[in-house]
């Protein structure tokens, strides 16, 4: 018996919101992602990349300072200035008609050796321009049919600033976080055992009034 053939359906995706993932273990932005379809889907399995398009935006002069050591110096921003990868993803789209909304979860990273990270913590305000490239595989008709998304699909939002350093305060407030060697790391601990430094900080404030 022919398997009647199935028009692969129609997938458009667009971003309609973020917010702080409540109740995380640790901190995370939740952001809204609507899927529309011109037919039924069983279901998907999708591929996320969330990307920082750093170009569309301006940059006061505090945040040239902060942004030096990823782009260097202001007036080279023509050609150094370039979109940074957040995060990657794969999420399952449940059955649907003609359109949902599912969750994608973006885990907020202090590690200012990150890019992303480092890039998002020097922003003083206002949006930050996200591109979301979209592949993997959609599952449809009856019998079952699949057929491959191209990275063609794109969905663009600005998230405002505030959000992002909102959901890190809210694990870290008043905090950063630091990545040294260990070998670093070891002798910062042996200086803070030897003076009875009571906290990191103390450590930090020692070694600068020593410094003066």
Request: charged residues 25%.
């Amino acid at each position: 018996m022919a398997v009647e053939a199935r028009a692969i359906p129609e997938l458009a995706f667009a971003v309609s919101g973020a917010a702080r993932l409540d109740h995380a273990a640790a901190p995370a932005l939740r952001f809204s992602l609507q899927v529309d379809s011109d037919g039924p889907v069983r279901s998907i399995v999708l591929d996320v990349q969330v990307q920082i398009a750093a170009r569309r935006r301006r940059y006061d002069a505090g945040e040239q300072e902060r942004l030096f050591e990823l782009f260097g110096p202001p007036a080279g921003w023509g050609t150094a200035l370039r979109t940074l990868l957040w995060h990657r993803a794969t999420l399952v789209v449940p059955p649907f008609t003609h359109g949902t909304v599912v969750d994608l979860h973006v885990p907020c990273s202090y590690d200012l050796a990150v890019a992303g990270s480092r890039y998002l913590d020097a922003l003083d305000g206002g949006d930050v321009p996200l591109e979301f490239l979209f592949s993997g595989s959609v599952f449809y008709g009856h019998p079952l049919q699949t057929a491959r998304l191209s990275w063609e699909q794109e969905a663009s939002y600005r998230l405002p600033v505030e959000i992002f350093k909102d959901t890190l305060d809210a694990y870290f407030r008043g905090t950063a976080w630091l990545r040294v060697r260990k070998d670093r790391f070891d002798r910062l601990a042996a200086y803070k055992g030897q003076r009875a430094l009571a906290t990191w900080d103390d450590v930090v404030d020692a070694l600068l009034e020593e410094r003066g």
